[in-house]
Nanobody, 116 residues
């Protein structure tokens, strides 16, 4: 049974930090690229960050580059999104995604609200 479970969201003030965590079960985690997406109210879902299988390459949306860091710990079937210098425009539901060839798995999302 494939499952991606995100945690770590919440309310944070502008300039603050959060670390999102995604724990995967039911597939060979190390073989999958992992991605974080987000969807703000009234907007389309957008790709925030990605990390290749085995962690060799990372990519970021321009809007988060230099502030967010994606990483993975294959021994724990876990991927992380460290978010620093958060801004109100980072407010969204953040989703974890695992992809490989024709496989595409999604978590249920975790809400991040950046507000004073």
């Amino acid at each position: 049974h494939v499952q991606l479970v995100e945690s770590g969201g919440g309310l944070v003030q502008p300039g603050g930090s959060l670390r999102l965590v995604c724990v995967a079960t039911g597939f060979t985690f190390s073989r999958y690229a992992m991605r974080w997406y987000r969807q703000a109210p009234g907007k389309e879902r957008e790709l925030v960050a990605s990390i290749s299988s085995y962690g060799g390459n990372t990519n970021y949306a321009h809007s988060v580059s230099g502030r967010f860091t994606i990483s993975r710990e294959d021994a724990k079937n876990t991927t992380y999104l460290q978010m620093n210098s958060l801004r109100p425009e980072d407010t969204a539901v953040y989703y974890c995604n695992a992809g490989r060839l024709w496989d595409d798995y999604w978590g249920q999302g975790t809400r991040v609200t950046v507000s004073s």
